[in-house]
């Protein structure tokens, strides 16, 4: 039996080469040689850095300029004697509240009264004179140069006249505007001559707060714009910004700004701290805990962000800061910013990221 089937084959030897293919084509598609021939090598699970990520939307906010200020006067003046004499009353106690125009003193009058009736009772004499001349000249009697005279001598007597009543009148002292008494340097009986100081007044109602800025930002700040103070008692007013220096002070090479703000109730005094907040622009950026800065291999400070599973770094844009977080600007959209793990993690990194709780 063998050897016809060797016999057949022999003659046939095609026939013997389709068996042995098929025979080793079965064989290595039976199970008998997986430990042999594996069909495929299994890659092992990679293990990723595990991170949580936080997903931010920017919104818009105002950058503003934080100068810290004191409080002024709006107005500020020394209150001085116009004529001479002896203080014969004051109406005022320093720290009082006075109004535009009230009696802060009076100087005594001394012969003022007397002067004054000397000075009518010889304008009366003479233009009873310049019509008397004026009338003789009109029918060609008198002169033009004796008309011209008797009139010199009525303007003259007239002029003195109007000085003696300035005279006075500034016997009262009286305020030139309304403010706080912050001084009175004279008593009832002092002599005076002109030009000493009588009173300090101050002008409160408005209050200006004053501060400094750097050449960065003086180009940014407009005339009556929105300003905001924060006192120490934590009280905030809102005023307008009514002065912008166009010359930097030589030692600090600061320029000096004012803000106005309403002081009805007077109890805002002069050299009062406060905060001013002065808004800049608008811009949109997003609010983050400074935790979840970081640096890159250059030592560039910005924040890593993740996606499609990778981790990319971003410089940062500061735009503003405070005692909670700090607020970034330059992103395209909403971004995936990484909150834990950023340290151990640089950018190009393949990472596993999981979503903060809200």
């Known amino acids: ?32 040689g997986e430990n042999s021939f594996p069909t495929a090598i299994k890659k ?13 939307i920017p919104q818009q906010m105002t950058k503003s300029l934080t100068l ?11 209150v001085r004697a116009e004529v ?3 203080i ?83 016997t009262h002292v009286i305020a030139p505007f309304t403010g706080v008494l912050q001084d009175k340097f004279v008593e009832q009986g002092d ?6 100081p009588l009173f300090s007044l101050d002008n409160i109602d408005p209050i200006v707060f004053r501060g400094d800025t750097t050449e960065h930002y003086v180009n940014q700040l407009k005339l009556n714009q929105e300003v905001q103070a924060t006192l120490l008692s934590a009280e905030i ?19 000096r700004v004012e803000a106005q703000f309403s002081n009805p109730s007077r109890k805002i005094f002069s050299g009062m701290s406060a905060e001013l907040l002065i808004p800049l622009y608008s811009v949109a950026a997003i609010y983050l805990s400074p935790s979840a800065l970081a640096l890159d291999n250059e030592g560039n400070l910005g924040v890593k962000l993740v996606h ?17 977080g700090v607020w970034l600007a330059g992103f395209a959209g909403e971004v995936d910013i990484i909150t834990l793990g950023q340290g151990f993690v640089k950018s190009g990194d393949r990472v596993q990221a999981t979503m903060a709780e809200k």
Not at 1 to 12: G, Q, T, Y
Not at 45 to 56: A, M, R
């Open 191 to 196: 002599y005076v001559k002109v030009g000493d």
């Open 84 to 86: 001479a004499g002896k």
């Open 88 to 170: 014969r009353k004051t109406y005022v106690e320093k720290g009082n509240y006075v109004k535009s125009k009230n009696n802060l003193a009076e100087i005594d009058k001394n012969e003022l009264p007397f002067r004054i009736e000397q000075a009518e009772a010889l304008l009366y004499e003479r233009q009873l004179n310049y019509n008397a001349v004026k009338s003789l000249n009109a029918k060609g009697l008198q002169a033009d140069i004796r008309l011209a005279e008797a009139k010199s001598l009525l303007l003259a007597v007239k002029s003195d006249l109007a000085l003696l009543g300035l005279s006075l009148n500034k």
């Open 237 to 255: 007013l809102t005023g307008k910004l009514t002065y912008i220096a166009s010359i930097a002070d030589p030692q600090s090479s600061t320029f």
């Open 308 to 324: 499609n599973g990778e981790v990319i770094f971003k410089k940062i844009n500061l735009v503003e800061a405070d005692n909670n």
């Open 68 to 78: 810290y200020a004191r409080s002024e006067a709006e107005s500020h003046v020394i």
């Open 44 to 56: 092992p699970p990679e293990n990723l850095p595990q991170v949580q990520i936080t997903h931010f």
């Open 1 to 32: 039996m063998f050897a016809r089937i060797v016999h057949f084959f022999s003659l046939r030897p095609y026939w013997l080469a389709l068996l042995i293919s098929g025979l080793l084509f079965l064989w290595m598609f039976s199970g008998s």
